[in-house]
């Protein structure tokens, strides 16, 4: 009786959690790379103090993810065959996510960095840094010509996990209050965190590599279906059968992503405390290492399981990382080719090729020898690239089916996320916010006025070269205003000679010469 429902619970398991798995190993292990790279350090100088932040960035790749998996299921498609269908310049999508991933190779660099620095701490003195860098890279190609290395998703996975209750026995020596932890879900900005905030938007929750999540989703339908016997259309009934399970897979991961980043946020707080130093003090990668070595020394052969289990986190994040991105952006030149009708080329060739562009992108990297420096940088730039994809997203949303659509929560979440992510990033470069933002402003009221212009009588005359003498008057008075506007609302920037103005006082004039024309 008791096999019988052990039986039935299995396979009630195994049609409900159809998508469940990968996803969720994914997220883990993005947790331990984020978590040592970012939240260590940002524990060390502000605390708690951004918690807030990192729930924020979670819900955001919740949602970013979420509308990933709802395009694939309701349309068969991977996110990447639909960057060459979106509105605007020819192939610009493409384009944007193969500079976006070459760009996110420094960082895998920096990872490369990263384990043999921590592998140099576990056997002291013997080969140098870079040696150790040449030496993980290689051994990386070489694992990738088998089919090994993708049980290193499952080995992380698990290490994760084993570091995650180290942390907990670590971290119940230290006196957290309550109040601690609440204070950080005050909204609060503490200052010179801007690059900080950048940092977790970009790292916390894994990057740009959420968008490979459409791959595996796609070819895990494709399983059920032919597991299915075929019996499973990609339509309606599909796609609400699968979505659920699609949520939950990705609901527990980024559950586990917050909590393993809480932790390792607390870890940097609790080591900036044991060595008396004050926070927001300079913190280099060898002050960090140390500091956490020392708190997991009160555990038997603790600092010598820590340097071994980072070491392989990140041997890991870059086998997997390099592999990943190589299939997505072959896909993605096997789709552009194939829509511009030229000849096809061997998947095979392209993904050799951009292995080894990625081998000296990451060969770039380990020269620079920055990994902290290196890894905060990117993550930088691809919260900002998150933002534009977070946009992209929203418009493929209009796109779906009716079933398929999101809800206006998720828009919410989505926007929010896309906007605050471009806005921090714009906030890093002081003059945007001296001069740019009331620049944008300005302009931005010229937009709403040509808007409305565009919807009247008189456009549509002058468009089709119907327009008479009242039509030129009222398009003259309106960008000659525009024009004037544009003078007085200029900036003015101090320099030598008095300074100059920024304006856009030229583009009612353009606008008018345009309409005329």
């Not at 420094?106 to 960095?113: D, E, P, R, S």
């Not at 119940?172 to 109040?179: C, D, Q, R, Y």
């Not at 740009?208 to 895990?220: C, D, G, H, P």
């Not at 609901?251 to 900036?272: D, H, K, P, R």
């Amino acid at each position: 009786m008791n096999e019988s429902r052990l039986s039935r619970f299995r396979k009630w398991f195994a049609n409900t959690f159809v998508f469940f798995g990968p996803g969720l190993l994914l997220a883990i292990t993005a947790a331990g790379e984020a978590g040592i790279t970012e939240a260590i350090e940002i524990g060390a100088h502000y605390g708690l103090a951004l918690l807030l932040v990192v729930i924020i960035t979670l819900l955001f790749k919740y949602a970013f993810t979420n509308g990933i998996a709802r395009y694939t299921l309701a349309t068969g498609h991977t996110i990447f065959d639909a960057l060459n269908k979106l509105p605007g310049p020819k192939n610009w999508g493409p384009i944007l996510v193969i500079v976006s991933y070459c760009l996110e190779m420094f960082a895998i660099g920096a990872m490369v960095l990263f384990a043999a620095t921590f592998l140099d701490y576990l056997i002291p003195g013997v080969f140098s840094i870079f040696l150790l860098s040449i030496t993980i890279l290689v051994a990386a190609l070489s694992l990738l010509r088998t089919h090994i290395f993708h049980k290193f998703e499952k080995i992380m996975a698990v290490i994760v996990l084993v570091m995650g209750v180290s942390m907990i026995i670590v971290l119940s020596t230290f006196p957290f209050n309550f109040e601690m932890i609440t204070s950080g879900l005050i909204p609060n900005i503490p200052k010179g965190s801007e690059t900080a905030i950048l940092a977790i938007l970009g790292v916390v929750g894994s990057g740009l590599n959420l968008m490979l999540y459409s791959v595996w989703l796609k070819e895990k339908s494709d399983k059920a279906e032919v597991e299915g016997g075929g019996c499973y259309v990609k339509n309606e009934a599909f796609f609400k059968r699968f979505v659920k399970s699609v949520n939950l897979d990705i609901a527990l991961g980024f559950a586990i992503v917050a909590l393993v980043t809480f932790g390792f946020m607390c870890l940097g707080y609790a080591g900036f405390a044991v060595s008396f130093m004050p926070h927001g003090a300079e913190l280099n990668l060898d002050i960090l290492i140390t500091q956490v070595l020392y708190l997991f020394s009160s555990i038997p052969y603790g600092t010598y399981f820590f340097l071994l289990f980072v070491a392989i986190i990140f041997f890991g994040s870059v086998v997997i990382g390099i592999d990943a991105r190589a299939k997505a952006l072959t896909r993605v030149v096997v789709s552009m080719r194939s829509d511009a009708g030229k000849e096809k080329i061997k998947s095979s060739r392209i993904y050799q090729l951009f292995i080894w562009l990625f081998v000296v992108i990451i060969f770039l990297s380990i020269l620079i020898g920055e990994p902290m420096a290196i890894i905060r940088t990117s993550a930088v730039i691809c919260a900002l690239l998150f933002g534009v994809f977070g946009f992209i997203l929203i418009y493929l949303n209009t796109r779906l089916p009716d079933y398929a659509r999101a809800s206006r929560l998720w828009m919410l979440a989505i926007g929010i996320g896309s906007v605050l992510s471009v806005y921090v990033a714009l906030l890093i470069e002081g003059s945007f916010l001296e001069f740019g933002l009331p620049l944008f402003e300005s302009v931005l009221v010229c937009s709403v006025v040509f808007y409305i212009f565009c919807r009247t009588k008189t456009f549509e005359r002058m468009a089709s070269g119907k327009s008479n003498i009242v039509d030129k008057f009222w398009v003259i008075f309106i960008f000659g205003i525009i024009s004037i506007y544009g003078t007085y609302s200029g900036i003015t920037v101090a320099g030598e000679y008095g300074g100059y103005i920024l304006n856009f006082r030229d583009l009612g004039a353009i606008c008018n010469t345009f309409m005329e024309g």
